[in-house]
């Protein structure tokens, strides 16, 4: 059995910015493990700009944004495993690895952060009856496919639920010439950001029908319609479609920490950062925290006593997003409530000369 001070488990923004605020504390002994065979997390398929605009003060992709993380820990002596996932978290604080290189290896961490994200709900968990075809993604697995492997797998898509996830697929999707015929949403207003809202479904003409879900699944062996119906009056109709993408909410990813937990409190040696923790709307809040928890780490490990947690940023970086009625900046998923003044908009957080009025 191998052994380290601190362990982090995930290698996305949370996980990365955990393993440098401990360095920073002055930890030594990090392991960073990482189930994909590249760090980066969930934003290695985010091609689209918008991350970093409070840490950097600039529009990033979300590889770009990872790329300078990444970099950061290159240049620093502590062990990254990727290709590697940490299959069991016992109450003593033993983690199982298993990896391509590892094999199956148990390391005993004196703190354990675990930085896993967070996992899309999926269709099953609906109350949708009829067939499972093929032709039926979630989001985030579309996001993937199309971004990280170049594939092309519909043409007619109803995209279930207006997620900011869901949201920036349709505009992808469209921009990629097909067509989307509907966002469906439960609620009456949309799900997603505002910047969202009108970034990828208002300025493309793609209906956002509220109000309304999918009850039914057609076809046999791909996907050839939804039965739609309407919420309000209870009305149904027949799409035809070839794909159905799904955008119906994120689960944090902690079912380590209930395993370390043993069914009880979390116990003193764990730390749960970024979406593990919640789900967060914005990268920077994320790198943010993930510091602090990896200093907080640090702390516990040199003391052997827990402090209370840091602040949770979401909400407090994060501004209103959008809430109906107000004017707010879309130039970035923060959503700056606006004030109108003699020479245009003034209000966004991030002091920009230029916001850009969601009205
Ligand atoms: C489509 C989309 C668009 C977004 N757009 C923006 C935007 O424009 N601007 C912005 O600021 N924010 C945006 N966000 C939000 C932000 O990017 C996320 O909140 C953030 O990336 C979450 O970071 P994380 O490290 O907690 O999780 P993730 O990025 O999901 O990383 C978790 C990592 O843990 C690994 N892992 C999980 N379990 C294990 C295990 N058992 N063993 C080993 N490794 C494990 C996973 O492989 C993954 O790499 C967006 C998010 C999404 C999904």
Known sequence: MADCEIL???????????????????????????????????????LHSGFGLATFGEELTGPEYARR?????????????????????????????SGAVSGLTNIKAAAVILASGCRERPIGTLPVTGTRPSGIFTAGAAQKMVNLGGYDFGQRFVILGSGDVGMIMARQLALLGKTIIAVLEKEARCGGLERNRINCLERFNIPLRTLCTVTRVHGSARVEGVTVRNLSDG?????????????????????????????????????????????????????????????????????????????????????????????????????????????????????????????
């Not at 902690?254 to 409190?265: D, H, I, S, Y």
């Not at 949770?312 to 959008?322: D, E, F, K, L, W």
């Open 69 to 97: 993380y990444i970099q950061r820990l290159q240049g620093l002596p502590v062990d990254i495993l990727t290709d590697t996932s940490v299959i069991e978290l016992k109450p003593d604080g033993t983690a199982l690895l």
């Open 8 to 46: 982090v488990i995930g290698g996305g923004p949370a996980g990365m910015a955990a393993v440098l605020g401990a360095w920073e504390a002055g930890c030594r002994k990090i392991l960073l493990v990482e189930r994909s065979e590249q760090l980066g997390g969930i934003l290695r398929q985010c």
């Open 235 to 359: 009305h149904e109709e027949y799409i035809a479609c070839d794909t159905l993408i799904t955008s119906v909410g994120l689960i944090p990813e902690r079912e380590l920490a209930e395993q370390a937990g043993g069914g009880g409190a979390l116990p003193d040696w764990l730390y749960l950062c970024g979406n593990a923790c919640y789900v967060h709307d914005l990268v920077d809040d994320v790198t943010y925290e993930g510091e602090a928890i990896g200093r907080a780490a640090a702390d516990f490990v040199r003391t052997g006593r827990k402090k209370a947690a840091p602040a949770i940023m979401n909400g407090t970086r994060t501004a209103v997003n959008g809430k109906a009625g107000k004017t707010i900046c879309i130039a970035c998923p923060k959503g700056c409530p606006l004030v109108k003044t003699d020479t245009g908009w003034s209000g966004a957080l991030c002091g920009r000369k230029d916001p850009v009025p969601s009205e």
